[in-house]
């Protein structure tokens, strides 16, 4: 099953050594280190001598869960080396080199940055670690990518969630490689040094040109707000009500810059570059063009994670069907996500990349059996029947997920992707060609363009404004557990097994998976719903009852209300009502 795909398995031990780290912590990183040479060592050695046996086999297999076991835990080791180091050294003021562009917040500007001393009196001590600057000032007064600030005041560990059904920010920060966070309402705190490394940081100069060229030329502010968000992957000229409706209509992912606007692109190259192959020599200039282009392209988005993951993904893609005979899609995805995780064990958990990267799993698994359901003739109907196989196929694969991060799902999804994805195929081309007419100095082209890419951003946001004004448009309070979500992921993965194969051993398997699937939901809806606890917030403000039916919800600070959100998703999940009692 695995011949024609071995990165498939090699990718799955990888990520159970990943996945074992969060429960066998590294202890010693010397003697660690030294397994891992060990083991390694001796799997390549096997593997490469003269013995060929099942013992190699395993050895090396085993070696990869091993290698992701110890990667995983270096970045533990390192996050905590050095938060000691910050907790030991007390400080009144550190030295920063800005690392982003700045996030429009409702009350603020986030920004990123990296740490570079901490500073007590006439002395300092080194720390190279990240952190997130909340700045409350005017934009012209906020530093720029590259720029070094030294800040007075201290750095604080980002909050711990309130309660168990709060979000942890903190640990979602510190899988991003963010450990501190700061907050600076007097911008008088923050002083610019002279020696800023700023030329370090042209990418982020190139994102931040590129905006001002949407702003020129695209006139309506929701028009720019969407093309911002599709192209550079900021969000923070998207107005509520507008984020609200892409999420109700299943379109959210249009709004980040992810696999989908890179697939895009490269389809849309791959048509004007193809041409090429049919020249002589033409493959490797085909090869090498495509490769620079997206590239650049990476670079014009500020190379966010996404887009690096989706890059690296089309390369290899490319690389597969210039020197490869049997092209695998899944293997090549494969080969993408292991050295993703390789440099970055932390990009297991990133949201994105387990969506990301499951949707282009179901597209290549779904995507042949759903399209021979119906065959049609017509160009115009084939073509949207071929939107719709992959939509379904990527909403199929990454429902388990969505469910279990979000508690949603959107019922008119195929409708408003059908037509909102088919219009991105048309304003993400057109709006690169507004960003190269205006970075070639070409107003008069870059305005006709602009009216262009003004004109299908807005017919993007009439479309996804459509179903929430249908009945029934959102279906909430859906809870999957852990167990839950692996469970359904496997049923999916075992019902294409037993529709490729038509093997009943696979269909016996999903009627058996289904059986069970339900009976452990039946008993989980009976737990929660006859289930007592007593749980108090983290800072003290609430404290949390259930006792039957009923939730008891203490408060002793009226300022500080215990967010109802969360008391929705808690009545949502033990079929409860809620009793508010304040306590003064």
Request: aromatic share 12%; charged share 15%; proline share 5%.
């Amino acid at each position: 099953m695995f011949d024609r795909i071995p990165f498939v398995r090699y990718t799955i031990l990888l990520l159970a050594g990943i996945f074992g780290a969060e429960f066998v912590e590294l202890t010693d990183p010397r003697m660690a280190g030294a397994v891992l040479l060990a083991v390694v060592g001796t799997a390549a050695w096997l593997l490469f001598s003269s013995i060929r046996s099942r013992f190699t086999h395993y050895a090396f297999l085993f070696s990869l869960s091993v290698l992701g076991w110890f990667a995983a835990n270096q970045q533990k080791v390192r996050l905590k080396e050095l938060l000691h180091k910050a907790d030991n050294h007390p400080h009144d003021a550190f030295v920063a080199t800005i690392t982003s562009l700045p996030e429009k917040r409702p009350n603020s500007y986030r920004l990123q940055a990296r740490i570079n001393y901490l500073i007590e009196g006439n002395s300092c001590v080194t720390l190279n670690g990240n952190c997130l600057i909340s700045i409350k000032a005017d934009p012209d007064q906020l530093p720029e990518p590259g720029d070094r600030i030294m800040v007075r005041g201290k750095l604080q560990r980002p909050p711990e969630p309130a309660s168990p059904f709060s979000f942890d920010y903190r640990k979602y920060l510190e899988r991003r490689g963010i450990p501190f966070t700061v907050y600076i309402a007097d911008l008088h705190r923050v002083s610019k040094l002279d020696n800023s490394p700023g030329q370090f940081y042209w990418a982020e100069k190139v994102t931040a040109l590129t905006d001002q060229i949407l702003r020129k030329y695209i006139p309506d502010d929701d028009a720019y707000g969407l093309t911002k968000a599709m192209i550079l992957g900021r969000r923070d000229d998207i107005r509520t009500e507008l984020n609200d409706a892409f999420i109700q209509s299943g379109t959210v992912h249009i709004l980040s810059v992810s696999g989908l606007h890179v697939a895009i692109f490269f389809a849309v190259l791959h048509f004007l570059m193809s041409p090429l192959r049919r020249t002589r020599g033409g493959t490797y200039l085909y090869l090498g063009l495509m490769v620079v282009i997206l590239a650049s392209y990476a670079i014009i988005t500020g190379l966010p994670a996404s887009v690096q993951r989706a890059t690296l993904m089309c390369i290899l893609w490319l690389l597969a069907t210039t020197f490869s005979r049997h092209r695998e899609p899944v293997n090549t995805l494969a080969v993408a996500a292991f050295f993703i995780l390789l440099a970055d064990p932390a990009s297991f958990y990133d949201v994105g990349f387990q969506l990301s990267f499951l949707a282009m799993l179901g597209i290549f698994l779904w995507s042949e059996p759903l399209s021979g359901i119906f065959q049609p003739q017509n160009r115009i109907i084939r073509h949207f029947w071929s939107l719709t196989v992959m939509s379904l196929a990527a909403q199929l694969m990454t429902l388990p997920l969505t469910t279990y991060y979000f508690h949603q799902f959107p019922t008119y999804f195929l409708l408003s992707n059908l037509l909102a994805v088919d219009l991105s195929g048309l304003l993400i081309p057109a709006s690169l060609a507004l960003i190269v007419a205006g970075f070639a100095g070409i107003p008069f082209l870059a305005n006709w363009i602009g009216i262009l890419v003004n004109f299908l951003a807005n017919l993007v946001n009439a479309i996804v404004g459509i179903p929430g004004k249908l009945p029934h448009f959102l279906l909430t309070h859906l809870y999957l557990d852990l167990p839950q979500t692996i469970g359904l992921l496997v049923l999916i993965l075992f019902g294409y097994a037993a529709v490729r194969t038509r093997n009943p051993v696979w269909v016996r398997g999903v009627a058996i998976g289904c059986v069970v699937f339900t009976c452990y939901s039946i008993t989980l809806i009976m737990r929660d719903s006859r289930s007592s606890f007593m749980q108090s917030t983290s800072d003290h403000t609430a404290l949390l009852y259930k006792s039957g039916s009923l939730l008891y919800v203490f408060e002793n600070n009226p300022g500080n209300s215990f967010r109802q959100y969360e008391i929705d998703k808690i009545t949502a999940r033990y079929r409860t009502d809620t009793l508010l009692i304040r306590v003064y």
